[in-house]
Nanobody
Framework: QVQLVESGGGLVQAGGSLRLSCAASGRTFTNYAMGWFRQTPGKEREFVAAISSSGGRTYYTDSVKGRFTISRDNAKNTVDLQMNSLKPEDTAVYYC????????????????????WGQGTQVTVSS
C-alpha cells in the first residue's frame, strides 16, 4: 500500500511563493514517476507537473512553465513543487500522485495514468 501526504499549502499574495511537499510511504518510491495535479470547484483535475523516477526528466503544463519547479529526493521519499510568481488563477487544491508505470523513465500527464493520490492541499492566491 502506498500513502501520499501533501503539505505546504496556504494563503499567499499574488507574486509570492509556496513550496509544496509530498511524502510517500513504501520502498518502491524510486521506481515510479511522480506528478502534481490541481483542481478547482466545478472543474476537472488538471496536470501541473511531473518528474521521472530518477529526476532527470521533468514535465510542466504551459501555464506554469518558468514559475514552478518539480523536484524529488529519493533518499527521503519526497517530491516537491516550488511555486514562484503565483497568480490568482493558481488557486486550487493540489494533489500529489504516483504514476502507475513501473520504472518511471518517463512520466505521464494524463491523470488516468496515476494510481495513488494524496488527500490534497489547498493553495489560495489573493490578488
Amino acid at each position: 500500500q502506498v500513502q501520499l501526504v501533501e503539505s505546504g499549502g496556504g494563503l499567499v499574495q499574488a507574486g509570492g511563493s509556496l513550496r509544496l511537499s509530498c511524502a510517500a510511504s513504501g520502498r518502491t518510491f524510486t521506481n515510479y514517476a511522480m506528478g502534481w495535479f490541481r483542481q478547482t470547484p466545478g472543474k476537472e483535475r488538471e496536470f501541473v507537473a511531473a518528474i521521472s523516477s530518477s529526476g532527470g526528466r521533468t514535465y510542466y503544463t504551459d501555464s506554469v512553465k518558468g514559475r514552478f519547479t518539480i523536484s524529488r529526493d529519493n533518499a527521503k521519499n519526497t517530491v516537491d513543487l516550488q511555486m514562484n510568481s503565483l497568480k490568482p488563477e493558481d488557486t486550487a487544491v493540489y494533489y500529489c500522485a504516483r504514476d502507475r508505470t513501473y520504472g518511471g523513465f518517463y512520466a505521464h500527464i494524463r491523470l488516468e495514468e496515476y494510481d495513488y493520490w494524496g488527500q490534497g492541499t489547498q493553495v489560495t492566491v489573493s490578488s
